[in-house]
């Protein structure tokens, strides 16, 4: 083996292993992202480690030995994961892969090092770092990572069209690792990636899933998306954003139109909205939220003449599309709620910068934000994306005026996770009657009565309003509701309702 250099390493957990190994006479590496991020100088959180011979056989070994948790096994891809004071480890034997033209699935045999290296996904990633005390902390480099690392580009080990072949993931790794490291590709393997950007869809969406999720963790989300819409991979596997692509929302003939503290093209400005998220909150919902807030654009934009292009409707119909997004990418629905309402309101506070604008407009949207309204306010100051530094300061001053109100408000009215004071079963004890529609227009009565500053926002208010309307109501229950969400997405014309 040649070593090109050394890297130090100074890692208890790391060195017991390689004695370890030396114990069962191992040929034992460091490799992967861990030997990356440390040439880099960076931390890694994840250890992957490649063993000549049989790595699940050794990971039980290292379980036993230095008591990790109890290893997971993959016999398939053999290899095995532990855990040890919240690191994890990775365990696989060194393969040799051979594929045939008529089956995807390659021919694994147990390989050396240097074969192992070739078969990963990108020269930056084909680095090994020996464990083994005669050779600890040496650098085996035979396809020149450490240079690609320092010129920060991606190569493939083998043929660009060969090594997408064998993993057409690789591809999506290729977008994320340009947006989480600024990696450029190099011409070679940015024409694979174009050329062969329909095999995608052979992926399963779960691993798809997982590299978006990853780019849009990253610290310029946008890199990676750009560049899985420039190479025609986003087409496959995130339609709904692609298509943003070439949508205007800017007039030539309406250059002082009101939307102008947008980019002109819908994705341009979709991008820019979440690296702007990016540089405040590592919130991966706060994230997604921006990713998804002006999905539906394509789909309500109308021309209006003496105003431009408009949308109207495009928050509560992108809302609505948000379940079937989640979905498609498989995302958990525990944080559905949250990014439909961020999406639902993200206009709603640039509608309450008026001067004149009434607490009781302020309370409804504190009632609705509830606890997230801190990030819905997150993402409307990101959401201004104007190149006139004039319009940005303008409206970034008009949030601020709006954020005094609402603190103002939310410190008298206690509004933040509102919940009314008065519920269905003791408006039915109170007013003695039956559950039916005269509860429900009751109880929104005395909602609203409290949200539009008639009564505090206490019990005994609510029970004094209440008794005091009670016959009123019961004499002609119609509903007063305004309008739900539902109700107003439905009132679109009917193209848009689907």
Request: neutral net charge; contains cysteine.
């Amino acid at each position: 083996m040649m070593a090109d250099s050394f890297i130090e390493i100074h890692d208890d957990l790391i060195r017991s292993i390689g004695s370890l190994a030396d114990e069962l006479s191992l040929e034992i590496f460091l490799v992967g992202g861990f030997v990356r991020d440390s040439i880099m100088g960076k931390q890694s959180k994840d250890i992957d480690i490649t063993v000549v011979g049989d790595g699940v056989t050794f990971a039980r070994v290292v379980h036993k030995r230095l008591r990790t948790s109890r290893p997971v096994e993959f016999e398939a891809f053999g290899t095995s994961r532990v855990t040890f004071h919240g690191l994890e480890i990775e365990f696989v034997g060194t393969r040799k892969e051979v594929y045939h033209p008529h089956t995807r699935k390659p021919l694994v045999t147990i390989g050396t090092i240097e074969e192992d290296l070739m078969r990963r996904d990108f020269t930056v990633n084909a680095i090994a770092v020996s464990l083994n005390r005669k050779t600890f902390g040496q650098i085996l480099d035979p396809l020149g990572g450490k240079s690609d690392i320092e010129a920060g580009i991606l190569k493939t080990p083998k043929d660009p069209f060969t090594t997408f072949s064998e993993d057409p993931l690789r591809m999506m790794r290729a977008c994320r690792f340009a947006s989480q490291l600024r990696f450029a590709p190099t011409p070679e393997v940015s024409a694979a990636i174009s050329a062969m950007a329909d095999r995608i869809t052979i992926v399963s969406m779960e691993r798809v899933r997982d590299e978006i999720v990853k780019i849009l963790s990253s610290r310029k989300p946008s890199i990676g998306f750009s560049m899985m819409r420039e190479h025609g991979l986003l087409k496959h596997v995130f339609s709904e954003l692609d298509r943003l692509a070439g949508v205007d929302q800017r007039s030539e003939e309406y250059p002082e139109g009101p939307r102008n503290f947008h980019h002109k093209d819908v994705f341009a400005h979709t991008l820019t909205v979440v690296d702007n998220v990016a540089r405040v909150s590592d919130d991966l919902w706060l994230r997604m939220s921006a990713l998804l807030h002006d999905i539906a654009k394509p789909d309500t934009k109308a021309f209006v003449k003496g105003t431009g292009w408009t949308f109207h409707g495009h928050a509560e119909l992108g809302a609505r599309r948000v379940k079937n997004i989640f979905r498609n990418l498989r995302l958990p629905f525990e944080r559905l709620h949250f990014v439909e309402k961020l999406v639902a309101l993200h206009l709603r506070p640039l509608s309450l910068v008026r001067e004149d604008v009434s607490d009781s407009a302020i309370r409804r949207l504190l009632v609705e934000a509830g606890e997230d309204i801190d990030a819905l306010m997150v993402l409307c100051r990101a959401d201004i994306t104007s190149k006139n530094p004039f319009l940005v300061r303008k409206y970034l001053e008009n949030y601020e005026r709006l954020l005094e109100k609402m603190r103002a408000v939310e410190e008298h009215d206690r509004l933040r996770n509102w919940q009314p004071p008065i519920r269905g079963d003791e408006i039915m004890a109170l007013c003695n009657i039956p559950s039916g529609v005269a509860v429900g227009v009751l109880k929104q009565r005395v909602e609203d009565a409290i949200l539009d500053g008639v009564i505090e926002n206490t019990h005994e208010a609510a029970v004094a309003y209440l008794l005091s309307i009670k016959d009123e109501v019961l004499r002609d229950p119609k509903p007063v509701k305004p309008p739900s969400r539902r109700s107003r997405l439905m009132a679109l014309p009917d193209r848009l309702k689907q």
